[in-house]
């Protein structure tokens, strides 16, 4: 088995850990008892993970995705299965498709509601706990089963490319942050250290084109979600994590 960098062991146990907790807390990333919640005029708890996603992006970009996500953790569980097939680009468009009409209609509902009336974190949910009954495990087990098969046939860490409705708050928190040009979570490259040997290609989770971005100096991508996988698996240091501005 190929060994892996401390960082990565630590990474990995962390979403690990988040997706066997998800039965938990998955009402917290409901897309929708957000739209319930936002007919009645209330910001519940989906509502405020949401905000809190969005308002971390501008700081770290997508590392939540790559480091707390229980969808991540058993999408990239999944990438023991299919490590060499890789997720193409071209269908990122598709979670837009589904991210635009779902916020249309939670603003459509506070403006039904008249506004905000309220904020409460358990507003829907009944319990801090999820999973309590058939149809909330049903639901779970909806989710999950979606993930994985996304995974087995489309690629590595699929879901998130093409069905995750998380992810567009993030991707828009990243690029007001790099419009702001304000110091923030990045990965910063010397491309002249660079020997071509793709490693960096290889372990990319997301199945971006790392070494294309080293050539070109500028590791900014939309998909990229700070995994460090490329930063650990360069032997020859090309690419590091950086607190800084763009």
């Not at 706990?129 to 993930?147: E, Q, R």
Request: include cysteine.
């Amino acid at each position: 088995m190929k060994r892996i960098s401390k960082r990565q062991f630590v990474r990995r146990a962390i979403i690990f850990a988040a997706f066997l907790l998800f039965p938990l807390f998955y009402n917290f990333l409901s897309p929708y008892l957000i739209i319930n919640g936002a007919f009645e005029g209330v910001v519940n708890g989906s509502a405020l993970t949401f905000s809190v996603l969005f308002l971390s992006s501008l700081l770290v970009g997508r590392a939540w995705c790559a480091w707390a996500c229980p969808a991540g953790g058993l999408a990239e569980a999944c990438i023991y299965y299919v490590r060499d097939k890789k997720t193409g680009q071209k269908g990122n468009w598709i979670k837009w498709a589904i991210w635009i009409p779902w916020m249309g209609l939670i603003i459509a509902g506070f403006v039904t509601a008249g506004g905000i009336h309220s904020v409460n974190p358990i507003h829907l949910v009944g319990s801090v706990i999820s999973a309590k009954d058939l149809p909330s495990y049903i639901i779970y087990y909806f989710v999950a089963g979606t993930i994985f098969v996304l995974s087995l046939t489309a690629g590595n860490r699929a879901f998130c490319h093409y069905a995750c409705w998380m992810a567009p708050f993030m991707i828009i928190g990243r690029k007001l942050r790099n419009l702001a040009k304000y110091p923030s979570l990045r990965l910063v490259v010397e491309p002249e250290k660079c020997t071509d040997c793709k490693q960096c290609v290889r372990s990319c989770p997301m199945s971006l084109d790392v070494n294309e971005l080293v050539a070109r100096g500028d590791m900014e991508h939309s998909e990229c979600i700070l995994c460090g996988n490329c930063v650990d698996t360069c032997h020859q240091g090309v690419i590091r994590y950086s607190f800084s501005k763009g």
